[in-house]
């Protein structure tokens, strides 16, 4: 590299560094919002949020970035550069491109009303009214479907909604995803009449029995910490919180986790804690050396929730994890003393419809994630208005999952995602479980004890494994490419399904 690149791209990763910097800030500002902030503050942190966005945006867009980009790509030595220094600049340019066509009061407005409309969220869903949130989410999304028009030119997209998706999963679109959703919906369709006609059946009652709050915040940091994520000693870079709905924030050394809990139903904060871990140790475990470039970023989202969901039912939802992990909890607990393994095992994996997207079992969950992607697509095709939604809602959970929805919280107001302005992300749920088969077949074939090694409560293993294989990979590769250097093959719903189907095959008796 000559001394003209070189100074060049010092310059440029510069610029990066102090935009993650930035942008690691705000987010630690979201986190508060939803867990210490004061209800009164709302619309001053919005203000704030707002005025960050700017400033992102602003860093984001430096004519410098683009000249530097134009210097370097025109560069007679650009070819001498590495295959990560290559993987940068096209992050960057990727990023400068989209930011340079969105203008920064529309990202000001966005970022204000995102702010408004979930607070707003929480108001109505806490009194059941969707009336109540749909001025705010109208709002919302004309200034998002403003946001995909352009962006849908700037990628390249065939429609705005794939602008959209593609922020969460690179180079991924609706027509490819739809396929593969309809071959995933067949086979869990099967597997759950089998289950349906099995007389083997669980009795989750068990899993109601009162577990005072401060017990589970015990089984949590116990949990947290068999899984790899320190929330307690003096080099801890994590913690957990109490949120409404559970979510993961941070970057490599400050990642925070958050999770809920029910006195009646500890389980339910023990696979929030379990999901949310997986996604913690991926932010955690990123390339250290590529720390504030934007190959040191995550892959993807679907690779993501790939991570999520296989610490949370690939080694939470196994009889092996629980083999070791069980005695503790009866430690922390003294209500759960008369647990028995295996009918909890069965309790904890009994499959049955659920209204609640987060409560969904492995079986019938994809099909939750199936019901928003179609949606969505309705919406951005205009289609479908915000009005229209509960009753779409109401008749697609009947149709698909023959289940009668109550209320509008249960319903479609559910989720924080289309209040945040999260469209396009619901995909990626489904993705990361097809991901998660994919890997966890890989990691059967290269370590066959895997499962021996969970029952003596090795977990560090396979999360090892994960560090080495997906964690440390970042941001170098798209999602559909570093799938295929892993495990040799395309994306594919197979591994998935044979996963169930053997897991459940077993715990249902057929």
Known sequence: ?????????KKLLAK???????????SILQWDMETKMPPKAVEQRSLQLALLSRISHKISTDPEIGNLLKNITANPDYDS???IEKRNIYLIKQNYEEQTALPEKLVSEITRQQAVTVNIWKKAKKVQEFAILK???EKLLILKKKEADILMKVKQTTTPYDAFIDNYEPKMTAAQIAPIFTQLQKGLKQLLSKI???PNKPDSSILHQNVPVENQRRIATKLGQTIGYDTTSTNAAGRIDETEHPFTTGYYDDVRITTHYYPDDFASSIFSVLHETGHALYDQNLNQEWKYQPIGSHCSMGIHESQSRFVENIIGRSREFWISFLPKIKQLAPTLQNLQLDPFIHAINAVKPSKIRIEADEVTYNLHIIIRFQIEQNLFADKIKISELPEIWNQNYQELLGLNIENDSEGVMQDTHWPSGYFGYFPSYTLGNIYSGQLQAKIKQENPKMR?????GNVKNTIKWLEENVHAQSNLYDPAELIKKITGNQLDA?????????????LYGF
């Open 196 to 198: 349906q006609n099995a």
């Open 1 to 9: 590299m000559t001394n003209s690149l070189r100074t060049d791209y």
């Open 81 to 83: 550069l590495s295959q």
């Open 452 to 456: 021996t090694q969970l029952a003596e």
């Open 494 to 506: 197979k591994p998935y399904l044979e996963y169930l189907r053997d897991r459940y095959g077993t």
């Open 16 to 26: 990066t560094k102090d935009l993650t910097i930035l942008q690691s800030a705000e």
């Open 135 to 137: 001025p705010n989410l």
